[in-house]
């Protein structure tokens, strides 16, 4: 399995940089920032090239959502964990978003949520909440030896 690499951060590329030109060798410069030989050098190739710190830019399409809407979609399904991609993307659609679905579940799918069935809990009828909260407020305060003499089965 391949080993994830680091993303060196501006400051840390721009002390490399700094550290070459004063004569810090290579491997030095690997222990400190804990990046391999070939890390320094492609930041000094870089730096060479287009005399900047900075990524260059990517290429790809521009997002269709900014950070505001990407919010709203992850509040929406935080709010109502039962709603779907498609609901979501519909209720957006009333506010006055154009999105697509598969941009709603993308987005969802980046914050870490996924669709999941909800879990089948048991029916408990309303006659059987109310015995069950009076059990409970009549046992609230009963102690460790009051619940020692009950005898507890199957």
């Known amino acids: 399995m391949e080993a994830k690499r ?12 700094r550290g070459l030109n004063q004569g810090v060798s290579i491997k030095e410069l690997g222990k400190i920032f804990n990046v391999g030989r070939t890390t320094i050098l492609m930041c000094k190739k870089r730096f060479g090239d287009r005399k900047s710190f900075t990524d260059a830019p990517r290429p790809g399409r521009p997002r269709n959502s900014d950070n505001r809407t990407r919010r709203a979609i992850k509040f929406l399904s935080v709010k109502d964990p039962t709603k779907t991609g498609v609901e979501i ?12 679905k598969e941009t709603v579940k993308r987005t969802l799918r980046e914050n870490g949520l996924f669709g ?25 305060y009963w102690t460790s030896n009051d619940w020692g003499k009950v005898l507890f089965s199957d």
């Open 116 to 140: 999941r069935r909800p879990a089948i809990q048991p029916f408990i009828s309303v006659k059987n909440r109310r015995v069950r909260v009076a059990f409970t407020k009549s046992h609230l």
């Open 89 to 100: 993307t519909e209720e957006m659609v009333e506010r006055g978003v154009d999105i697509s």
């Open 6 to 17: 680091k993303k060196l951060k501006d400051v840390e590329r721009e002390a490399i940089i």
